[in-house]
């Protein structure tokens, strides 16, 4: 019964490297998003997921961002160029088909651009 | 455009105390609401949601929501405040794609022993 996964926890880097992070959701969930926290704010949706539609990406912020899914399992999201303003808690979740049903959000990656 | 205010930044209760989080959103039809609770160091939690039916809608943890339309509000109460509910709590509608959420900025709870 594991819950949605995510990694890193905790990611510092530089400005100007790229970054890639990880979301495992759970087993047999179809629709995955990746949202954005930054301080004291709530969540920007980014991008989501479902199946084998084209992905809804009218969330990503510049074209340094860009995610990826295979199947219904893994997905990545990826920063490239990274700068201060990317600094953020980065939140994954997934849920089974049906717009109503529940997310199940992960722990998040919280990352640090110097 | 879909959106979500909760008014309130922080909030500090004394434990036992009863709870109301605001929460007020802009949404031209019938919305899909949602209440999210986030611990520290821990993933958002759904606490409870209303679709459509009986405006009074009862959570986890002993927390209610009540649906108003006539004020676009959807506040989160609980009568008795324990300890464990300090945490941050984020208010949800779904958009014209039913399956985007969009948040308000959150209402951080703080419980005062």
């Known amino acids: 019964g594991a819950g949605v996964s995510q990694s890193p926890s905790n990611k510092v880097t530089e400005k100007g490297k790229d970054v890639e992070l990880r979301c495992d959701p759970i087993s047999g969930h179809t629709a995955l998003y990746w949202y954005r926290q930054r301080l004291g704010q709530g969540l920007e949706f980014l991008i989501y997921?479902?199946?084998?539609?084209?992905?809804?990406k009218s969330g990503l912020p510049s074209d340094r961002f860009s995610a990826e899914r295979t199947g219904e399992s893994v997905s990545t999201l990826t920063i490239q160029r990274t700068q201060q303003e990317d600094s953020a808690v980065y939140l994954c979740a997934s849920r089974t088909s049906g717009p109503r049903n529940e997310q199940f959000f992960g722990p998040g990656t919280r990352l640090t651009v110097l | 455009a879909q959106s979500v205010t909760q008014p309130d930044i922080h909030i500090t209760v004394s434990e036992g105390a009863s709870l109301e989080l605001r929460c007020n959103y802009s949404?031209?039809?019938?919305?899909?609401l949602f209440w999210y609770v986030q611990s520290p160091g821990q993933g958002l939690q759904l606490l409870l949601k209303?679709?459509?039916?009986?405006?009074l809608v009862q959570g986890i943890k002993g927390f209610e929501a009540e649906f108003k339309r006539s004020q676009s509000s959807f506040n989160l109460r609980k009568p008795s405040v324990h300890w464990s509910d300090a945490a941050e709590y984020f208010c949800?509608?779904?958009?014209?794609?039913?399956?985007?959420?969009?948040f308000g900025s959150g209402t951080r709870l703080l419980v005062r022993p």
């Open positions: 949800a509608v779904a958009g014209d794609s039913s399956y985007k959420l969009i």
């Open positions: 209303y679709f459509s039916g009986d405006t």
């Open positions: 997921f479902q199946g084998n539609s084209a992905p809804d």
């Open positions: 949404y031209g039809a019938t919305p899909y």
